[in-house]
């Protein structure tokens, strides 16, 4: 089974040394491997360790360089965002979505408000409590209905939902449902529950640092363990 699309990685755009090297390392290394297509996908501005927002358009024309120096790879300008309230807000809002070819979305205990997020960190809890299955679920159904985003990253790592509902919600979408490399938390059931509303997935190496990009051994041991039909991952290859 080759991967050959890694869209969750993270470069040194990310505050505070979260993604280690520059875009153009983990370019190289996608060339290595011989990827087809990477996406840059640092945390939205809103997360304590995301991208500064007046670094966003230079961001943007570093890839676009990059794509006229690596035509061998197709660069995509991402971001992740996070899933910040009940109704299903998130921090990429519509403007700053215009400049993006991709938009991850998952939720982060991290991503309530940079500086003061260590203050806050309560907050997260009272918002979204582990086991409050009910309105988590809602939460991610709103943000799938009212936002424009591509991929749900790493769903049931840091809360619980049901993944069915949310899994058939992003399905009528066209949202894919992500096979992250480093958060893998889906049950036997859960997978059964995804698969049965059709959905689609993406494996993701979720990289932070250069050697792990197009790294996917968990990810690829997992859809063998749980026979997830190839039909249903749209980056991979026989
Ligand atoms: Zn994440
Ligand atoms: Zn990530």
Redesign the pocket.
């Known amino acids: 089974m080759k991967v050959y699309k890694d869209l969750?990685t993270h470069s040194k755009y990310s505050k505070w040394n979260h993604g280690k090297n520059t875009i153009e390392e983990l370019v190289k290394v996608a060339i290595e491997k011989k990827l087809e297509v990477i996406a840059i996908s640092d945390?939205a501005p809103g997360h304590p360790f995301g991208v500064r927002k007046k670094l966003l358009e230079k961001r943007r024309n570093e890839i676009l360089k990059l794509r006229e120096k690596y035509p061998q790879i197709k660069i995509l300008v991402g971001l992740?965002a996070?899933l910040v309230s009940k109704n299903g807000d998130i921090d990429v809002d519509s403007k700053l979505r215009q400049n993006l070819d991709i938009c991850?979305m998952?939720?982060?205990r991290a991503g309530f408000g940079g500086f003061w997020n260590m203050l806050k960190f309560g907050l997260w809890k009272s918002l979204f409590g582990k086991n409050q299955i009910k309105s988590n679920t809602t939460a991610y159904i709103n943000a799938i209905e009212k936002n424009n985003i591509d991929i749900i990253?790493?769903l049931q790592?840091y809360i619980k939902v049901d993944v069915g509902k949310v899994a058939a919600a992003a399905q009528k979408k066209g949202i894919l449902i992500e096979i992250?490399n480093r958060?893998l938390k889906f049950t036997k059931d859960d997978v059964k529950a995804m698969l049965k509303t059709g959905c689609k997935f993406i494996i993701s190496s979720?990289a932070h640092r250069k050697n792990s990009v197009g790294e996917f051994e968990n990810a690829i041991k997992f859809v063998v363990d749980n026979q997830i039909p190839i039909e249903n991952i749209v980056n991979v290859k026989e």
Request: charged share 15%.
């Open positions: 969750h945390h992740e996070n991850l998952g939720f982060h990253a790493h790592q992250n958060h979720d």
